[in-house]
């Protein structure tokens, strides 16, 4: 790293334009280059464990985040970033946002989707579903209080015979088909507008992606329903 730095040093001094090109991403790969160095110093050579936070994993992306899925090896653990998505009736996506830092819980990430829903279109969505990495008692209490007239989202773990019994109810499991429903237009989202891998670059250039993802999900999901109006009108005059 002492060379880099004298050569950094150097480039910068220079007057030639394509040292001076050379020079910036340089100085901003230093840093990241002793960071990864160091942290592996720490875990591999002096067994410590190191935190997430204090990881470099991409030094080309270095905002790209350490996410742990809770999947059978080898797919527990993924690098990048969590995107939060709430879906309202018709299939439209109408609130998603960029974890940029961590890998928080899932039910930390309910609270402000419903305000925002609130927000947005001045009442609390009739019905809230999700798995169960969003239940929390607190999580419940809030949609209640905010006017969720019916919310189905599992508990995990023990259940007692009335929350058993409450689950079961049909109304529940519609819910929970229609967020079976919502993991299936996930995935084709990912699919169709390539939002598994973003070409651009930084933090901002992912916002933007995802952020057109979402704008071109939307018009599909609004052209289809027209193509389907438009054939159910020419069926009706046949």
């Given at each position: 790293m002492t060379q880099a730095r004298q050569v950094a040093v150097a480039l910068q001094a220079s007057t030639d334009p394509q040292a001076q090109r050379l020079a910036q991403p340089l100085a901003e790969f230093i840093?990241?280059?002793?960071?990864?160095?160091?942290?592996?110093?720490?875990?591999?050579?002096?067994?410590?464990?190191?935190?997430?936070?204090?990881?470099?994993?991409?030094?080309?992306?270095p905002h790209t985040q350490i996410i742990c899925r809770g999947k059978a090896p080898p797919h527990e653990t993924e690098f990048g970033h969590k995107v939060n998505y709430a879906e309202a009736d018709g299939g439209f996506i109408v609130d998603w946002n960029i974890v940029a830092q961590g890998n928080p819980p899932d039910d930390t990430l309910l609270p402000p989707a419903l305000r925002h829903h609130l927000k947005l279109f001045?009442?609390?969505?009739?019905?809230?579903?999700?798995?169960r990495g969003l239940f929390s008692p607190e999580n419940?209490?809030?949609?209640?209080?905010l006017g969720v007239k019916r919310i189905a989202i599992p508990q995990p773990g023990h259940r007692t015979p009335q929350r058993q019994a409450h689950e079961k109810q049909k109304w529940f499991k519609q819910g929970q088909r229609l967020r079976n429903g919502i993991e299936g237009r996930i995935s084709v989202v990912c699919r169709t507008v390539q939002l598994r891998c973003c070409p651009n670059h930084g933090l901002s250039g992912l916002e933007r992606w995802v952020d057109w993802g979402v704008i071109v999900a939307n018009l599909v999901v609004m052209a289809r329903r027209l193509r389907k109006r438009r054939r159910r009108s020419q069926s009706n005059v046949t």
């Open positions: 840093p990241w280059v002793e960071q990864a160095i160091a942290q592996t110093v720490r875990r591999v050579l002096n067994g410590e464990s190191v935190p997430a936070a204090a990881k470099v994993v991409s030094l080309f992306e001045g009442h609390a969505p009739e019905v809230l579903a999700g798995d419940e209490d809030l949609a209640r209080h």
